[in-house]
């Protein structure tokens, strides 16, 4: 197993321990991969939820960008409802775990189809 592998193992464990889903480990794999070489930076790869520029960056370039949605506040309350779900103290909310609940509450896994 690789360092990526290890993460994905991480990120997993966060989705069934910290927000209390059973990953789609193909999705899950899928999204990490998305993420590109942030997922090896301590900083971009996490999501700093109390920052509005982070969550911004968040919507416009993960879920208008990537995933194709339009701008509307739907968007928002999704990042929102995500970062409560993983837990407001949670400090270390990976962006790829983000991403992955996000992929889902929009149905687009066929983004990464």
């Known amino acids: 197993m690789g360092k990526r592998d290890d993460l ?15 990953p789609d480990m193909d999705l899950l794999t899928k ?3 998305g993420c590109g070489p942030a997922i090896y ?3 971009a790869s996490t999501v700093a ?13 993960f879920l208008m960008k990537k995933l194709g949605l ?4 739907e968007l928002m ?15 270390n909310k990976y962006r790829a ?10 149905g687009k896994e066929a983004v990464y189809g």
């Open 97 to 106: 775990v983000v991403y992955y609940m996000l992929t889902k509450h929009f």
């Open 70 to 73: 339009a701008d509307s506040p």
């Open 41 to 43: 930076n301590a900083d």
């Open 8 to 22: 994905i193992a991480t990120y997993a464990d966060d989705l069934k321990n910290k927000c209390g889903m059973e």
């Open 31 to 33: 999204v990490t991969i």
């Open 49 to 61: 939820s109390s920052q509005d520029s982070e969550l911004e960056t968040v919507k416009e370039n």
């Open 77 to 91: 309350e999704a990042i929102n409802k995500v970062v409560d779900v993983y837990g407001k103290s949670e400090r």
